[in-house]
């Protein structure tokens, strides 16, 4: 019995360090970070799905670029050098396109890199879109196609003499005519007109002339006027085919209406997108932080 006390001593002792060094290990050993699997999936869900909303929203942005080179440019629109600006235009949301699909596969590598890329031709977007909707502090005389060019452009009597010559090749008028020639006082009253058809082609509504037919009208002496309301273009007026009211204000300002709304449809969209993209691409750069930390 002395034998195996003798035996069983040493046994015990050793064993005694083993668990210490053991528990001692595993004290050194650093806890592992705590990862909820449930969160990281549904961040990614979210990252993969402003991916998927980043790309579909510049999808219109290149579609644009097809409308912008194909759509057939207004009458005398050449006069103003407008198509070459177009051209710009398509250029540079082709590039914006490109970019934006670009920062998509940046963002997981280099972030910051990805979301400065993507923000400049954004913000430039946006703010010529502003310029194209008379935004106050945008615009410049010196910007194309915004409604303060447009409207120094209009008082350039130079510039005005070849619109009215391009405007008279056209045929405008002349067709005005030829589809209204049966028609009596009231029913070309109620024709809709365009914006250069009623600014050129009759005189202003409140002129003392009677309706003969689109191009011909005759002085009303029964028709009273205000003096101090008189509108000058009633005296710029003329039956004369040639000459009708292509010097009156009214087909000044007609034209450019009619000039200034497809730069405004284009001003509103490049607004519109600009927001939509700037807002998803920074909402994909804040969950891909997220993403990053949580990871």
């Known amino acids: 019995m002395a034998d195996d006390k003798a035996d069983g001593n040493p046994a015990e002792e050793v064993q005694v360090p083993i668990i210490e060094e053991n528990e001692h290990k595993q004290a050194e050993i650093p806890p592992k970070k705590n990862i909820i699997p449930g969160k990281f999936f549904q961040v990614k869900r979210v990252s993969g799905l ?37 051209i710009g235009i398509s250029i540079g949301l082709i590039c914006v396109f490109f970019i934006c699909n670009a920062a998509l596969f940046l963002r997981a590598r280099m972030q910051m890199v990805g979301i400065v890329v993507v923000m400049v031709p954004l913000t430039v977007m946006f703010t010529i879109g502003l310029a194209f909707l008379g935004a106050n502090s945008m615009e410049n005389r010196r910007i194309p196609a915004t409604p303060l060019w447009f409207e120094m452009k209009i008082h350039d009597n130079e510039l005005w003499n070849n619109i009215k010559e391009c405007i008279y090749d056209t045929g405008v008028c ?107 691409h920074l909402s994909l750069f804040l969950v891909t932080m997220w993403e990053l930390h949580i990871s």
Do not use: H
């Not at 579909?56 to 070459?84: A, G, N, Q, R, T």
């Not at 067709?175 to 029913?187: Q, R, V």
């Not at 202003?204 to 002085?219: G, I, M």
């Open 50 to 86: 402003l991916s998927v909303v980043s790309f579909v929203f510049s999808l219109p942005v290149l579609s644009s670029v097809i409308w912008l080179l194909y759509m057939k440019s207004y009458d005398c629109e050449w006069l103003f050098k407008l198509p070459s600006l177009q």
């Open 174 to 280: 002349r067709d005005l005519a030829l589809t209204s020639t049966k028609l009596k006082s009231y029913d070309f009253s109620m024709k809709k007109l365009s914006s250069v058809e009623s600014g050129c082609c009759r005189p202003p509504a409140d002129c003392p002339l009677q309706y003969v037919n689109a191009t011909f009208w005759e002085k009303n002496d029964q028709m009273q006027t205000d003096s101090d309301t008189y509108n000058p273009d009633c005296d710029l007026w003329k039956n004369d085919r040639d000459a009708l009211c292509y010097d009156c204000l009214t087909c000044r300002q007609g034209y450019m209406k009619a000039l200034r709304s497809k730069w405004l449809k284009l001003g509103v969209f490049l607004v519109c997108m600009a927001l939509l993209l700037i807002s998803s």
